[in-house]
Structure formats: C-alpha cells, structure tokens
C-alpha cells in the first residue's frame, strides 16, 4: 500500500478512535498488524497531538471560562478538581512506569480488552438506567476518573474515553457531564503524556523521520478528531453508548476467533 495513503489511513483512525470509547492504542495497533505498518514513536506521537488540538479547539470557550473564572466559588471547585484528576494521573502514570508496565504489542490481550470493556459498557449503561444522576463532578467522581486514566492507559483496548467516563456514571454522573469532565482532564493529561514521549523520540534520534508525512497525519487527524467529537457530543445527547459497546464486543470477538 503506499505510504502516503497509509499515513492518511493511521491518521483517519486516530481521529475516530482517539476520544470515542473504542481504544485509539489498540485500533492503531490493530492496523499495524493486519498490514499498515509499524510506524515510529515520534509518528504516533504526532498523530495523537493533532487529536488533542481539535478538542482543545472544541472546548476553548470552556476552558477559558475555567481560568478567567476562578473567582466564582463554582468554577473554582470544577477547576481544582480537573487539577487534582489530572496529578492523579500524572502520579499513578510515573509509579507505572518506574515500574516497567509498558502497553503490550500484540492483538490477543487488545481483543479481550475489547470485548471485557464492551461487556463492562453494556453492564454500566444499566445499572446507571437504574439510578438517579446528576450533573455534579463530585471528588470522589474526579479522583475515579483521575485512577481510571491510568488503567486505561495500562490496558490498550480499554479506551481511556470509556473507562472515565462509565466509571463517572456508576457514581451518579450524567453522560454528558462525565464525558465533557472526562475531555478536560484529558486535554492535559495527553498534552503531558505527548510532550514526554516527544522528548524521548526526540533523543533517541529523528534523523530518519519523513517531516511531510508527519504533518500529514497530523493534519488528518486533528480535522476527523474534530468532526468525531463533534458528533459524538451530539450522539450522546439522545443517545446511550450501547452501540460503541457491541461494536468493542464484535471487534474484539472477532479478532479472538481470525487472528
């Protein structure tokens, strides 16, 4: 396949998977796998930031609302705990790994992610039906999502997107609430886990990248990131994640049985 059409192809699936709850990590190493091609670290970092810039872009109001309103008791509380989420992760992050716990690079261990976490949505989903939910991000809600990141993070075909957010709704939080929650602690946690893992392709050496097809991949993927999000936090407004939750059991049942 050409390489171009490849980098389009790897920057089109970060952008779906990045922030919907269907694992961008195992869906990019999924690709590879079945024959886009192993890309380097630098490349995937690149593709990752472009995801990140378009839900930046989306929530830019929301988050300059943040900072210029800390004065509002309100504001303050939602911002101190994004803060605390976001050191949560960061902390947990460097225990994992200082300890060596690194993402796996094959697809069984990806495929009963897959269909673990699907099961995991459709049981969510239910019991959430079941009880009452508000739009309130209580700490106890920050701090789950603040652990949940790094689990996801641990597990390729978790979905970082899905462990937060669901987790946030078994504790009585709204979808929307949890999924715009679950975005703004997002934006800087995968800022930092970028800007590190640029530093260290970065050392190692970048005298053999292709600069144009990293700003392609780039590009595509902050434009699909955009429309995806858009759509989903559309989607979600009516919407149960059910269909996301069969699609990671299908996936990943099919993956178990072919590969």
Not at 133 to 146: D, H, L, V
Request: proline share 2%; aromatic share 10%; hydrophobic share 55%.
């Amino acid at each position: 396949m050409d390489h171009l059409l490849q980098t389009i192809l790897l920057g089109v699936i970060e952008g779906i998977t990045e922030f919907l709850p269907i694992s961008s990590t195992g869906h990019l190493l999924i690709a590879e796998k079945l024959g886009l091609g192993a890309r380097s670290d630098l490349f995937n970092v690149v593709i990752q930031a472009g995801a990140i810039l378009a839900v930046t872009v989306i929530y830019w109001q929301r988050v300059w609302t943040l900072f210029t309103g800390l004065k509002d008791p309100a504001t303050r509380d939602y911002f101190n705990k994004l803060v605390v989420s976001f050191l949560i992760t960061g902390v947990l992050g460097l225990i994992a790994s200082k300890m060596g716990l690194k993402l796996p690079e094959e697809i069984f261990p990806v495929a009963v992610a897959l269909v673990v976490g699907g099961v995991w949505m459709l049981l969510a989903e239910w019991l959430a039906a079941k009880r009452s939910s508000a739009a309130e991000i209580t700490w106890a809600i920050a701090i789950t999502i603040g652990v949940a990141q790094i689990i996801a993070g641990v597990f390729p075909g978790t979905s970082r997107s899905g462990a937060t957010i669901f987790a946030a709704m078994l504790l009585g939080c709204t979808r929307v609430a949890a999924t715009e929650f679950t975005f703004l602690v997002g934006i800087p946690t995968m800022y930092a886990a970028s800007a590190n893992e640029l530093l260290k392709a970065l050392k190692a050496g970048t005298q053999t990248e292709d600069w144009l097809q990293l700003g392609i991949g780039f590009v595509v993927s902050a434009v699909v990131a955009f429309v995806a999000v858009k759509w989903l936090l559309n989607y979600i407004q009516s919407h149960r994640f059910t269909v996301f939750a069969w699609y990671r059991i299908v996936l990943g049942a099919a993956l178990l049985t072919f590969v």
